[in-house]
Nanobody, 123 residues
Framework: VQLQASGGGLVQAGGSLRLSCVGSRRTSSNNGMGWFRQAPGKEREFVAAISWNGSITSYADSVKGRFTISRDNAKSTVYLQMNDLKPEDTADYFC?????????????????WGRGTLVTVSS
């Protein structure tokens, strides 16, 4: 399983970005997917997750109401729409495939990770 995240960049505070995570042909549509982020000097933290069929989503409190996770299983792609970005959202963003079908926030339950895509929000 290979995951490739893209869509990061430099944006001003209040702006928007949409991240994409494309999976290889072996990426399972039966697994939950999630986005995590890691800022310099900090641990990786949960951002958002989605269940295998998209019916259940979960978010970190810090991004609720601003970020939206979605998926298109036909395209093996998970998206993270990020609106009203803040400087504290600056981080490397990683997508992961959960071992299970759920929208989980525990990184230990994720079996596969893609490379990060850098998001920088200027004030």
């Amino acid at each position: 399983v290979q995951l490739q995240a893209s869509g990061g960049g430099l944006v001003q505070a209040g702006g928007s970005l949409r991240l994409s995570c494309v999976g290889s042909r072996r990426t399972s549509s039966n697994n939950g997917m999630g986005w995590f982020r890691q800022a310099p000097g900090k641990e990786r933290e949960f951002v958002a997750a989605i269940s295998w069929n998209g019916s259940i989503t979960s978010y970190a409190d810090s991004v609720k109401g601003r970020f939206t996770i979605s998926r298109d299983n036909a395209k093996s792609t998970v998206y993270l729409q990020m609106n009203d970005l803040k400087p504290e959202d600056t981080a490397d963003y990683f997508c992961g495939q959960n071992r299970w079908a759920v929208a989980g926030s525990d990184p230990l339950r994720y079996a596969y990770w893609g490379r990060g895509t850098l998001v920088t929000v200027s004030s």
